[in-house]
């Protein structure tokens, strides 16, 4: 049986993407499934004498069911940390969205559960033609939008979860509290509930371990809905 996908998106790059998705893992894995994080393009890598390593990547790689190398589990690393389109440009790298399925094949096929971070927010460019919402959507993926709740987040989230859901299964919202903790956190969070259809399936703290794991019951009965 091949593995079902969760796609990890959110409103902007530096929102606690990474800390869901491993939270999720955790969550899965505890829970008795075999889950394996992906990241099929990371900039923002160093060099290494395994060659480039990115952290996210790295935390993703350390959450994951064991028994993948590291190229599994990010297959484009890409050294300047700036948009992966014009990363991989300056290195002379096309990012073939044809290898990044070829990758999450190769993850589904051995998994219960495959998460997917993308890069930065919805609408990323991974070329000059095309971006994370259109590979996502071209799979019909339930996607989680991961809000960093501060100033300005209400309206990312709005725009976000509309253009989401426009394009595929929305399964819901994690509000990710960022340091400092925003001014008014709990009216934000309630007008957030308003405004976006899907349901809050997650609020994280900004004091969260690093080694949480997160329910995921409220995912998996709102994917099997839509099964």
């Given at each position: 049986?091949t593995a079902?996908?969760l796609f ?9 993407k990474?800390r869901?998705?491993v939270?999720?893992l955790h969550?899965?894995r ?9 990241k099929?393009v990371?900039?923002g890598c160093e060099s290494?004498?395994?060659?480039l390593?990115?952290d ?5 790689w350390?959450?994951s069911t064991s ?7 990010n ?6 940390p700036?948009a992966?389109h ?11 969205t044809?290898?990044?399925d ?6 589904a096929?051995a998994s219960?559960?495959?998460?997917v971070?993308?890069a930065?927010g919805?609408?990323?460019?991974l070329t ?7 590979w ?5 993926w339930?996607?989680l939008?991961v ?10 989230a709005?725009l976000s979860?509309?253009a989401?859901?426009?394009?595929t ?11 400092p903790?925003?001014p008014?956190?709990e009216?934000?969070?309630?007008c ?7 349901p809050?399936?997650?609020r ?9 794991a997160?329910?995921p ?5 709102r ?5």
């Amino acid at each position: 049986m091949t593995a079902r996908t969760l796609f990890v998106t959110g409103t902007d790059t530096g929102i606690g993407k990474t800390r869901v998705a491993v939270a999720l893992l955790h969550g899965l894995r505890a829970a008795g499934y075999s889950a394996v994080g992906y990241k099929p393009v990371a900039s923002g890598c160093e060099s290494t004498s395994d060659g480039l390593r990115n952290d996210d990547a790295l935390a993703l790689w350390g959450a994951s069911t064991s028994g993948w190398d590291y190229d599994a589990i990010n297959p484009i690393a890409l050294t300047d940390p700036i948009a992966p389109h014009i990363a991989a440009a300056d290195a002379g790298v096309t990012i073939d969205t044809d290898l990044l399925d070829a990758g999450h094949a190769r993850l589904a096929a051995a998994s219960d559960w495959v998460v997917v971070e993308g890069a930065g927010g919805w609408h990323v460019p991974l070329t000059d033609s095309t971006d994370f919402a259109d590979w996502a959507s071209s799979h019909d993926w339930p996607t989680l939008l991961v809000v960093g709740m501060r100033l300005g987040c209400v309206n990312h989230a709005v725009l976000s979860a509309r253009a989401i859901a426009a394009r595929t299964p929305l399964v819901g919202w994690v509000a990710n509290t960022l340091p400092p903790v925003q001014p008014r956190l709990e009216d934000n969070v309630s007008c957030l509930e308003r405004m976006i259809a899907e349901p809050l399936c997650a609020r994280v703290a900004c004091d969260a371990p690093l080694d949480l794991a997160l329910n995921p019951e409220p995912w998996l009965a709102r994917i099997s809905g839509r099964e």
